[in-house]
């Protein structure tokens, strides 16, 4: 069944426009309220929410509707999504609400949802959501004397930042680190350097000044260059890249290198293999990570399970299979042992604690295999049908074909934005390139 309002990661869009507006974001709160309602009042919403100016406008609305129902309505403020998720849980809410677009610019926003397991919701209750959201729900309204009410609890960010240092080995701290990290003006501006310095840490914070339109704008981990600056600048020992709702993280090394999430989940889990503590004999990532990961943990004796795109899909795979690590090269990892989500703080932590136990610089540590030549690129056109088009099909045949088992093509549409990814990998740079370009060349083509 086709989604109208639902993508791979929550409802997203441009604000103020289809379907980012206050009314559909009331009728959310409507819908969602209405679906957790179990007949009783009273049930717990908490919100929470990233920098973006459009977040006031689309928390007001959801509150209006989430309290229309008789929802009793917590506002977290700017805090991390996988804070909201824990919280969630903590709080023993019925939903979370997380209002963020992510890594997206500022003029996007959008709606995540967490049951009161901490975990996104599943496609069968957001397509029931979606068909609320178009009915007439009045006649379900709560009575004058029975409308929920909403309150301000900013203070329980500490909660979370308790929670992500407990994530740290009793035995070890961040004594003698000098560590820079990237706030990208979103989420994690307060949590970030908090739990970093009360861990031992000499922090050094930049883009932790957000004013409602900067989030994400040059830095954090999609525009890692201004930290690569920092950390040559500052001699410093690590520097950490989040992304506007801290849901995802990349690290640089002290030499200036960036460690993208298919590196940190090589040392995650060989680490925690080592220790007896991975769970399912291996990890699940994404069809785009690299497959030297795969490799890797082939030479380790783990596997390597895949998934389609998208951290949801990670998460799923890990919970009907028994795995506790999972997550994407983009940096989303899930570490089940922790959170329900992914969580780019406290995956940071558990890369430094393997620092720290080794003592060995982060080059070293994070540089546990060579990576595939891997391409890349985007075409910025609508509509994913287009990848039915003979033409195009066959060029995608052909590029397969080319690399003759020693390598991949992934094509997909992005769930979030117009565009078509195009991404090949094999161990001859130069060949993987010609397939992207080819590829890309059909698909301009048949797109005019």
């Known amino acids: 069944m086709s989604r109208k309002y639902f993508g791979t990661d929550g409802i997203r869009g441009k604000a103020n426009s289809f379907p980012m507006t206050p009314d559909i974001a009331m009728r959310v709160g409507m819908a969602v309220g209405l679906s957790f309602r179990d007949g009783g009042q009273g049930q717990r919403v908490v919100i929470g929410k990233d920098t973006r100016r459009s977040g006031y406008m689309l928390e007001n609305a959801l509150v209006a509707g989430f309290t229309s129902m008789g929802m009793e309505v917590f506002l977290l403020g700017p805090i991390p999504t996988p804070a909201v998720a824990m919280l969630c849980r903590s709080l023993r809410a019925d939903i979370g609400v997380m209002i963020s677009a992510s890594h997206n610019p500022y003029y996007d926003n959008g709606i995540k949802l967490f049951g009161p397991d901490g975990y996104k919701l599943s496609d069968a209750l957001e397509l029931q959501i979606e068909k609320l959201i178009d009915d007439d729900m009045s006649a379900h309204m709560s009575s004058h004397g029975e409308i929920g009410r909403?309150?301000?609890?900013?203070?329980?960010?500490?909660?979370?930042?308790?929670?992500?240092?407990?994530?740290?080995?009793?035995?070890?701290?961040?004594?003698?680190?000098?560590?820079?990290?990237?706030?990208?003006?979103?989420?994690?501006?307060?949590?970030?350097?908090?739990?970093?310095?009360?861990?031992?840490?000499?922090?050094?914070?930049?883009?932790?000044?957000?004013?409602?339109?900067?989030?994400?704008?040059?830095?954090?981990?999609?525009?890692?260059?201004?930290?690569?600056?920092?950390?040559?600048?500052?001699?410093?020992?690590?520097?950490?890249?989040?992304?506007?709702?801290?849901?995802?993280?990349?690290?640089?090394?002290?030499?200036?290198?960036?460690?993208?999430?298919?590196?940190?989940?090589?040392?995650?889990?060989?680490?925690?293999?080592?220790?007896?503590?991975?769970?399912?004999?291996?990890?699940?990532?994404?069809?785009?990570?690299?497959?030297?990961?795969?490799?890797?943990?082939?030479?380790?004796?783990?596997?390597?399970?895949?998934?389609?795109?998208?951290?949801?899909?990670?998460?799923?795979?890990?919970?009907?299979?028994?795995?506790?690590?999972?997550?994407?090269?983009?940096?989303?990892?899930?570490?089940?042992?922790?959170?329900?989500?992914?969580?780019?703080?406290?995956?940071?932590?558990?890369?430094?604690?393997?620092?720290?136990?080794?003592?060995?610089?982060?080059?070293?540590?994070?540089?546990?295999?060579?990576?595939?030549?891997?391409?890349?690129?985007?075409?910025?056109?609508?509509?994913?049908?287009?990848?039915?088009?003979?033409?195009?099909?066959?060029?995608i045949e052909e590029g397969k074909n080319a690399l003759n088992g020693s390598g991949r093509v992934v094509i997909r549409p992005s769930g979030t934005e117009p565009l078509i990814r195009v991404m090949a990998e094999g161990d001859d740079g130069r060949l993987v390139e010609t397939v992207v370009d080819d590829i890309i060349t059909a698909i301009k083509t048949a797109a005019k």
């Open 150 to 395: 909403a309150k301000r609890v900013d203070g329980d960010i500490y909660r979370y930042i308790e929670f992500a240092k407990r994530t740290m080995p009793r035995h070890l701290s961040l004594n003698g680190l000098r560590i820079v990290v990237d706030c990208a003006n979103g989420a994690a501006y307060k949590v970030a350097p908090a739990a970093l310095w009360e861990l031992g840490a000499e922090v050094i914070t930049i883009n932790n000044t957000p004013n409602g339109t900067n989030i994400n704008e040059d830095c954090g981990s999609t525009h890692p260059e201004g930290l690569i600056r920092k950390v040559h600048e500052t001699r410093a020992d690590v520097g950490i890249a989040l992304d506007g709702d801290a849901d995802r993280v990349l690290m640089v090394d002290e030499n200036g290198t960036i460690i993208d999430g298919d590196q940190l989940m090589a040392v995650i889990a060989e680490s925690w293999s080592k220790s007896g503590r991975l769970i399912g004999g291996g990890i699940v990532a994404t069809i785009m990570s690299n497959l030297g990961l795969e490799r890797f943990l082939g030479d380790q004796g783990l596997t390597l399970a895949r998934t389609k795109v998208g951290d949801r899909y990670v998460v799923e795979h890990m919970r009907e299979n028994g795995f506790n690590v999972g997550g994407e090269q983009s940096g989303h990892i899930v570490l089940s042992e922790f959170g329900t989500t992914g969580d780019g703080l406290i995956s940071a932590l558990q890369i430094l604690a393997v620092m720290q136990e080794q003592q060995r610089p982060l080059s070293e540590v994070c540089r546990k295999f060579k990576p595939v030549p891997q391409i890349l690129k985007n075409v910025r056109v609508s509509g994913g049908k287009l990848l039915e088009n003979k033409s195009v099909m066959q060029a």
